[in-house]
């Protein structure tokens, strides 16, 4: 039988095995440069002023009263608290049209119904407003003007009356200035009311709170009855 060959020689040996232990501790090492790169950047990143903006909270559902964004009244921008006998402050606020309207010449020539809502188009308010907007024709014969005043924006205002056919003007008041005063701001809401002004400027009637679909027909009584 002819003798077994003898592996070649020149044949490489088979690498030899790391050791787990060293694998291991090379892991590690790499991952804390890793973890220091990291620390680094975000040092660098602070140091240039490169940080994240903070979003902002979420705002209030469109549902709740009152505008979310609508500030409050600074102490320098506060009123006197307007009650009955007293007359309408000499302020300007804007109209849907974004106009500017001095609010002490509303009644120069007739009286004035001021019903407020706390947040234009939604349900209860849409009530109040075409409440109005249906016995309209019934506080001009009577020579009343009647406006509509709430936090919200002439752009929101606008498209409001728009959908609704409101025929009469509506006031903006984003900082509550006059709602504040008339009693119907807090905690930043607008409380739903009415307010009736003679002509000449006097508080004759008030209703704070009142319902979205009493608030035309009592205000229309009150006034007849005058």
Known sequence: MAPRKAADSTDEAAPPRRS???????????????????VTKKRKAA?????????????????????GDAAEPEESEKLAAIDIG?????????????????????????GLVLFLVPKADTPGCTNQACGFRDIYPDFTGLDYNV??????????QSKWQTKKE????????????????????????TKR?????????????????????????????FIKSQ
Not at 48 to 67: F, I, L, R, V, Y
Request: with cysteine.
């Open 20 to 38: 787990s232990r060293a694998s291991v501790v090379e892991a590690a090492t790499k991952k804390l440069e890793e973890i220091g790169e990291k």
């Open 47 to 67: 140091a240039d002023g490169d940080k994240p903006a903070k979003t902002k909270k979420k705002a209030k559902a469109d549902g709740e009263e009152g505008e």
């Open 86 to 110: 007293d007359s309408l402050p000499t302020l300007t606020l804007k109209n849907e049209k974004d106009e500017d309207v001095e609010v002490s010449t509303l009644t120069a020539d007739k």
């Open 147 to 156: 406006y509509c005043l709430s936090a919200d924006t002439p752009a929101a």
């Open 166 to 189: 409101l025929p009469y003007p509506l006031l903006s008041d984003r900082k509550r200035v006059l709602i504040t005063a008339l009693g119907a701001g807090e905690g930043g809401k």
């Open 193 to 221: 009311s009415h307010f009736i002004f003679a002509k000449g400027g006097k508080l004759i009637d008030k209703k704070i709170p009142v319902k979205a679909a009493d608030s035309p027909k009592i205000a229309l009584e």
